[in-house]
């Protein structure tokens, strides 16, 4: 089964400043992957995917994350953070074993947001 | 599209007792899937549906745990002789029937067994 790794568990960035989110993922061939944010409360909310093609992808409200095969990285980036950002973020890889019905989630980044 | 509904958003309950959630997916979608997340992890995949057919579930998956889709809509997860480890948020998500494609998420049922 495919494994996907956040190094960070929290990350407290100010308002304004820029913000990366790392993701490392195992798997051979070329993974599918997910950037999923879920604010206290609620359920998780697709930002972005990547499946091929393009290796910087756009997501929803300004987050873009870029997929760099040689460091089986899918790092999620925002150019200025806002203080609504405050969430906690899921990197995940469309499981092969199951006709990538299914999702493998990392163990998810809480972004703290400071004035 | 009125989103993923589960119900009820929280219950507690003693250690033994049988619990039973429900959730509602968004109408048009075939696929429905069950996860687990617990405190500082993300979540767990459980199972899945499409339509009525339980087409995949996971080894977390214990045989206390039990989902149905009867009629290809909504779909209830029941754990029976609840442990205290069972605790957790559990997700439901649904989806079109196309591979890859997005998972919408409900707000999940939070379980608290005492």
């Known amino acids: 089964a495919q494994s996907v790794t956040q190094p960070d568990i929290h990350i407290t960035v100010s308002e304004g400043a820029s913000l990366e989110l790392r993701c490392n993922y195992s798997?051979?061939?070329?993974?599918?992957l997910f950037w999923y944010v879920q604010s206290p409360g609620q359920g998780l909310q697709l930002l972005l995917k990547y499946f091929s093609g393009d290796t910087l992808v756009q997501g929803i409200k300004g987050f873009e994350a870029e997929f760099k095969r040689s460091q089986s990285s899918f790092n999620l980036r925002k150019p200025s953070v806002h203080w609504s950002d405050a969430a906690e973020y899921f990197c995940?890889?469309?499981?092969?074993?199951?006709?990538?019905?299914?999702?493998?989630f990392g163990k998810g980044t809480m972004l703290l947001v400071s004035p | 599209d009125t989103g993923v509904s589960q119900d009820p958003r929280h219950k507690i309950t003693k250690r033994g007792q049988n619990v039973t959630f429900r959730c509602d997916p968004i109408s048009e979608h075939n696929r429905l899937y069950w996860y687990r997340q617990t405190l500082g992890q993300g979540p767990e995949f459980l199972t899945y549906f499409q339509n009525e057919a339980q087409l995949e579930k996971s080894r977390l998956l214990s045989d206390r745990f039990s989902a149905e889709r009867p009629k290809g809509s909504f779909s209830t997860l029941e754990i029976q002789r609840t442990e205290q480890g069972d605790s957790a948020m559990y997700l439901c998500?649904?989806?079109?029937?196309?591979?890859?494609?997005?998972?919408?998420f409900g707000n999940g049922t939070r379980l608290t067994v005492t």
């Open positions: 998500a649904s989806s079109l029937d196309r591979v890859l494609s997005p998972l919408h």
């Open positions: 995940a890889v469309a499981e092969r074993n199951s006709g990538y019905s299914t999702l493998t």
């Open positions: 798997y051979g061939a070329t993974p599918y």
